[in-house]
C-alpha cells in the first residue's frame, strides 16, 4: 500500500534534520519566553518563535507533501525560516538584547541546518531535473 509518503518511507527517528528542527524549537520557544519574561521584547519574541519553529513545521509538512515539487517547496520555505532566524538571533546580540555567549550556541544550531537544508534542497532539485 502506498501511502504518499516522498521521504522514501524513513522513520521519524533516522532523520536528523527532523530531531535537530524540533530540538531546536524548543530552544526558541524558551529563548522567546524569557524575552517576553525578562527583556520585554514583545516583537521580536513574537517573530522569532514563528520563524525559529516554522522550520520543523514545514519539515513536517513536507514529509506528506502531495509530489517531490511540494517537498522541495516545503524545503525551501523551512530553508528561508532559517535564515530568518539567524537574522533575529543576530539582532538579539548586536543590539545588546542578548549576549553573543547566550546566542552562539542556537546561531550554531541554526547554521548547521541551514547547511543540511540547502544539502537537501540541492538534492531534491538534481533528482526533478533527472526526472
Known amino acids: 500500500m502506498k501511502t504518499g509518503r ?5 522513520a521519524a527517528k ?3 534534520l527532523k530531531v535537530k528542527s524540533m530540538d531546536f524549537a524548543v530552544r526558541i520557544v524558551k529563548l522567546s519566553r524569557w524575552l517576553r519574561n525578562e527583556k520585554k521584547e514583545f516583537s521580536i519574541a513574537d517573530q522569532i518563535v514563528r520563524s525559529g519553529t516554522s522550520i520543523g513545521a514545514n519539515l513536517s509538512e513536507a514529509r506528506y507533501a502531495a509530489s517531490r515539487k511540494d517537498f522541495l517547496n516545503k524545503c525551501k520555505i523551512s530553508l528561508k525560516e532559517c535564515s530568518e532566524t539567524m537574522f533575529w538571533l543576530e539582532l538579539l546580540f548586536k543590539s545588546g538584547i542578548a549576549e553573543e555567549s547566550q546566542m552562539i550556541s542556537m ?7 541551514r547547511l543540511l537544508l540547502s544539502a537537501s534542497c540541492r538534492t531534491i532539485e538534481k533528482g526533478l531535473v533527472n526526472q
Open 6 to 10: 516522498t521521504d522514501g518511507g524513513r
Open 14 to 16: 533516522d532523520d536528523p
Open 107 to 113: 546561531l550554531n544550531d541554526c547554521r548547521e541546518m
